[in-house]
């Protein structure tokens, strides 16, 4: 009822009718919502900003207790069971003061503060004021979002990498959500899906990597996905999705959902999900923007770590290329020179010993004149995947040196080792029984090696390591080919 039926139909002393004649006049010049009850809890003031507030009608508040406001009220706010327990608290511990805030259904947001009204030191009802603060909290959601946004945005950009784009998006939207578990769905061209990546809170089953096959989810639904559609589930027990869905996510212990498409121009590439499972949920369109703009940053890196990654992959490619020899596949003079300066430095760093073979292939000239050139790269190839597989357990580099030269770098193989593993590479060549017919030395192709050993040191020169192999190379010719011999003062 409003103030005048309050005074006229309440037996009150005349100091009670002063009282709330000023409080009327009080209430009446702010710019806040106000209504008081009696300490009955019945009779009822309020003024005319409540009604606008809570667009109550003054044509309906006549018509009986029914409708007051606090009827009205409770239907009003999302949470109708919170605003009467609120109620209820505050009328049975007269004394307290509260403060709580309102979520109505038309998306308004209500600051509320309450309070005992007293009349000399005696408390004679209660008041509840309540102020609108919905642009106040939307500014500051917004200005919220905006900062998570950038902060989120910031951290994708400082990785190339996809898995860590990925990861730092559902651990940052988790945390932001206060939810369950965030995944990021990858979708196939057959409409299966992977878990790519997943965050997930204690207590809750992890789903990271399962392959997922939703039955109702069909080409019809990865259209609509494609077109931008967000998808907001409450509460799957209530609401209305096919059973075989809600079957799906009752396995993976899901109550509540939020799926916003990862769109890359009109091609889908999967989806970013927030499960609630411990309770029902009610998902705020503030929370459903923010990732919906966040799905247009993440597609972005995806886009990028993507084509960084083939980028990459071309790099690696050209740098294989470039280290490799055409003919025979293995590692080039240019790898080798590479992977002898590095291996010189840290055996004189390390104080290690580092070996070199320099291998000739005796009388090759001979072999293409005899069974022509294409026969000859036959040859070299065949030496050449020999050694590598006589290499292939070992940290040895094996590099085509030129022509029919081959080179091996031995690290940390000391001298007595890498004459043994020479002479095993004239024995196992044997056993190949490559013919040449024109050879001096044997009816099957050989090789001369020439093997130097040493520990570098400050004073030595990188050079000599090739110089003393190539001497000790050219000492193997000179003693009759088909040999390995050490290099010594």
Not at 137 to 143: F, K, L, R
Not at 184 to 205: N, P, Q
């Amino acid at each position: 009822m409003f103030l005048q039926d309050f005074i006229t139909s309440s037996d009150r002393t005349e100091d009670l009718k002063k009282a709330v004649c000023l409080l009327q006049a009080t209430i009446d010049l702010t710019e806040d919502g106000i209504f008081a009850v009696d300490s009955t809890g019945k009779n009822m003031i309020f003024n005319q900003k409540l009604i606008e507030m809570w667009e109550i009608s003054k044509k309906n508040l006549e018509n009986g207790e029914e409708v007051n406001p606090i009827n009205l009220i409770g239907k009003k706010v999302k949470n109708s069971k919170f605003w009467f327990n609120c109620l209820r608290n505050a009328l049975n511990n007269p004394q307290s003061t509260s403060i709580d805030t309102f979520y109505l259904k038309n998306g308004k947001i209500f600051k509320t503060s309450s309070q005992p009204l007293y009349l000399d030191n005696e408390i004679v009802g209660r008041t509840w004021k309540f102020r609108d603060i919905t642009e106040e909290e939307i500014a500051q959601i917004n200005s919220k979002q905006k900062r998570l946004i950038s902060q989120i945005s910031q951290r994708i950009r400082e990785s190339l990498k996809l898995d860590d784009i990925l990861t730092i998006t559902a651990n940052e939207v988790r945390n932001f959500l206060q939810t369950d578990r965030v995944v990021l769905y990858e979708i196939k061209s057959d409409g299966r899906g992977k878990i790519a990546v997943e965050s997930v809170g204690l207590g809750w089953r992890s789903i990271l990597g399962a392959d997922i096959y939703d039955p109702c989810f069909g080409e019809k639904y990865i259209q609509v996905y494609r077109q931008g559609r967000t998808s907001s589930i409450d509460d799957i027990y209530t609401a209305k999705i096919q059973p075989c869905h809600a079957e799906l996510l009752q396995q993976f212990q899901v109550r509540s959902n939020l799926v916003v498409p990862i769109l890359q121009g009109d091609k889908l590439w999967g989806l970013l999900i927030a499960h609630h499972c411990r309770d029902r949920r009610n998902w705020k369109l503030l929370e459903i923007e923010l990732l919906q703009d966040l799905s247009v940053h993440v597609a972005i890196a995806i886009q990028q770590a993507i084509l960084f990654a083939k980028l990459e992959k071309t790099n690696q490619e050209l740098e294989r290329i470039a280290a490799i020899d055409e003919l025979t596949q293995i590692a080039n003079r240019r790898k080798l020179e590479h992977y002898l300066h590095q291996q010189w430095h840290y055996a004189k760093e390390k104080k290690l010993y580092l070996s070199l073979i320099l291998c000739d292939v005796d009388y090759f000239k001979y072999y293409n004149d005899t069974y022509g050139h294409q026969a000859g790269d036959d040859c070299l190839q065949q030496v050449a995947q020999f050694l590598a597989e006589i290499a292939r357990n070992t940290d040895a580099l094996v590099a085509r040196y030129g022509g029919e030269e081959f080179a091996l770098v031995l690290p940390n193989i000391a001298a007595k080792e890498a004459i043994k593993i020479a002479e095993d590479i004239r024995k196992g060549l044997a056993e190949l029984k490559l013919v040449h017919a024109r050879s001096s030395v044997s009816e099957y192709v050989t090789m001369s090696m020439g093997v130097f050993c040493l520990i570098p040191t400050e004073t030595m020169l990188e050079s000599e390591l090739v110089a003393r192999a190539d001497e000790a190379l050219y000492q193997a010719k000179q003693k009759g080919r088909d040999r390995a011999v050490l290099w010594q003062k």
